[in-house]
C-alpha cells in the first residue's frame, strides 16, 4: 500500500464549479500535511498547508480528518488558471520530515 | 543567486554510465530530499538528508547513491545508468523550524539510451 493515496483523477470541470480531491495517508504517526500545486511537470509549490482545524485561503479550503488519516481541498468557483496537478503531502518519519507525495490529481478546467 | 538550483536542466546518457545531479542550495536548510517523477508515479522519494552526513532511504532508492558532505550540497549519483532511470528528478529543501514548506529545484530531466 502507498504511504499516500490520491483519488486517480482527471477531472473536467467546467468554469464556477465546484471540485473535492480527497487524500488518505498510511502512517498515524505522520505530523504534517500539505497540498501543492504543480503545472506542466515544472517544480511544485506550495499551495496551502492543512491543519486539523481545518483552513481557508480564498476559494481554497484545506481539511484533516487524523482518526481518519484523510486529508481534503476544496476548490470553489473553478477559474482556468486552476488547471493543474494537485499534490497531497505528508510529513511523516523519525523527526517528522520525510516528506511523501501523493500521485497527483490532474484538474482541467473549460470555459 | 539565493535559492535551490540543479544542475544539469538536461542529461542524455547512456546505459551503464555513472551519472550525477547535482543540488545546491543557499538557504543553509537542514533537510533536503530527492525525487523522481515519471508519468502516472507522481514525485517518489529516492533519498533524503536531515543533516549533513546523515542520509536515509525514501521510497525508491535502488540503483542510486546520494552523499552530504555539506549543508548545502547533496548529490544524486546513479552508479550505473539503466533505461528505467529515465525520468524529471528533483531536489527539494526544507527548514523544520519555519513552515515545513518544501522548496524545489526547476528539476533536471535524465534520458537513458
Known amino acids: 500500500r502507498k504511504e499516500v493515496e490520491q483519488d486517480p483523477g482527471p477531472f473536467n470541470v467546467p468554469e464556477g464549479a465546484t471540485v473535492a480531491f480527497n487524500c488518505t495517508y498510511s502512517?498515524?504517526?505522520?505530523?504534517?500535511f500539505f497540498w501543492y500545486r504543480q503545472d506542466c511537470r515544472k517544480e511544485p509549490k506550495l499551495l496551502m498547508s492543512?491543519?486539523?482545524s481545518g483552513n481557508e485561503d480564498g476559494r481554497f479550503t484545506a481539511q484533516l480528518n487524523r482518526a481518519s488519516q484523510y486529508i481534503s481541498l476544496l476548490i470553489r468557483d473553478s477559474k482556468l488558471s486552476d488547471s493543474a496537478t494537485y499534490l497531497c503531502?505528508?510529513?511523516?518519519?523519525?523527526?517528522?520530515?520525510?516528506?511523501?507525495f501523493g500521485a497527483g490529481t490532474r484538474l482541467f478546467v473549460k470555459a | 543567486d539565493a535559492g535551490i538550483t540543479q544542475s544539469p536542466r538536461y542529461k542524455i546518457t547512456e546505459t551503464g554510465r555513472q551519472v550525477t545531479l547535482m543540488c545546491h542550495q543557499t538557504?543553509?536548510?537542514?533537510?533536503m530530499f530527492w525525487y523522481r517523477q515519471d508519468l502516472g508515479h507522481g514525485l517518489r522519494l529516492i533519498y533524503y538528508?536531515?543533516?549533513?552526513?546523515?542520509?536515509d532511504k525514501g521510497e525508491v532508492p535502488d540503483g542510486y547513491v546520494v552523499s552530504r558532505s555539506k549543508t548545502e550540497n547533496f548529490p544524486l549519483t546513479l552508479e550505473s545508468a539503466t533505461r528505467s532511470q529515465t525520468s524529471v528528478y528533483f531536489c527539494a529543501s526544507i527548514n523544520p523550524g519555519a513552515t515545513t514548506e518544501a522548496f524545489f529545484g526547476q528539476g533536471t530531466r535524465l534520458t537513458v539510451v
Open positions: 538528508s536531515a543533516a549533513a552526513d546523515i542520509t
Open positions: 503531502v505528508v510529513n511523516s518519519g523519525t523527526g517528522g520530515f520525510k516528506t511523501i
Open positions: 502512517n498515524s504517526a505522520s505530523q504534517s
Open positions: 492543512v491543519y486539523s
Open positions: 538557504w543553509s536548510h537542514s533537510y
